[in-house]
């Protein structure tokens, strides 16, 4: 089945720290992926919308110069954090998806974050 | 009235037990369905798809209706090994996925 690579999957760092995290697809390309994060008990929420090659959709209420979106590739999208406060510290999760939107769409393992 | 809505449980159930979940969606031009398990802590894992004529999968029956807007899945002879959150996935006709808060199901022995 197809998968989808998170990493890290753990990140404990001080306040202020920018946080890069990658989201792979390793066996198929990957048009589409979608970054999401999930407190605890709470479900997924979805942030942005990333398309190979151009500008990531951010969800309302999502700052775009806050949480950086890359798409460089058909097997590659980046989300940082900027200058992390505690406040931020969640479980995030990207998901990949082909070029066909009735495909479902799959999910990498997670970034916890914790920002101390 | 929220796109995607599901009842939160928790569903707690005996093993063998069959048990059934609903999810009713807004958006009447919705066309691709799936159901994603997720366990506490993990990310979501796909468990199926959901075709217009139903499908099923060994214990897992997804179907869907149309007329009155809702997915559903059935799980028969329930496992202890089931217990978890279920998402239900709607494309919000636009192809981007909205989810569900999810089902807790618990099954105890």
């Known amino acids: 089945g197809a998968v989808v690579s998170q990493h890290p999957s753990r990140v404990i760092c001080k306040s202020g720290t920018s946080v890069k995290i990658e989201c792979r697809s390793l066996?198929?390309?990957?048009?589409?992926m979608f970054w999401y994060r999930q407190f605890p008990k709470q479900s997924l929420m979805l942030m942005a919308t990333?398309?190979?090659?151009?500008?990531?959709?951010?969800e309302q209420g999502v700052e775009k110069d806050k949480f950086l979106i890359n798409h460089a590739s058909l097997t590659l999208s980046t989300l940082t954090v900027t200058s992390a406060h505690p406040e931020d510290s969640s479980f995030y999760i990207c998901?990949?998806?082909?070029?066909?939107?009735?495909?479902?769409?799959?999910f990498g393992d997670g970034t916890r974050l914790s920002i101390l | 009235r929220k796109e995607v809505e599901q009842d939160p449980g928790p569903f707690n159930v005996p093993e063998g037990a069959t048990v059934a979940f609903n999810c009713t969606y807004s958006?009447?031009?919705?066309?691709?369905f799936f159901w994603y398990r997720q366990d506490c802590r993990k990310e979501p894992k796909l468990l199926m798809s959901?075709?217009?004529s139903g499908n099923e999968d060994g214990r897992f029956t997804a179907q869907l209706n149309r007329a009155s807007q809702y997915i559903s899945l059935l799980i028969r002879d329930s496992k202890l090994s089931d217990s978890a959150t279920y998402l239900c996935?709607?494309?919000?006709?636009?192809?981007?996925?909205?989810f569900g808060r999810g089902t807790s199901l618990i099954v105890h022995p």
């Open positions: 998901s990949a998806r082909s070029d066909r939107g009735d495909q479902p769409q799959h």
């Open positions: 066996d198929f390309q990957a048009t589409t």
């Open positions: 990333s398309n190979e090659g151009s500008k990531a959709t951010y």
């Open positions: 958006n009447s031009a919705s066309q691709s």
């Open positions: 959901v075709y217009s």
């Open positions: 996935v709607v494309d919000g006709g636009s192809y981007i996925p909205t």
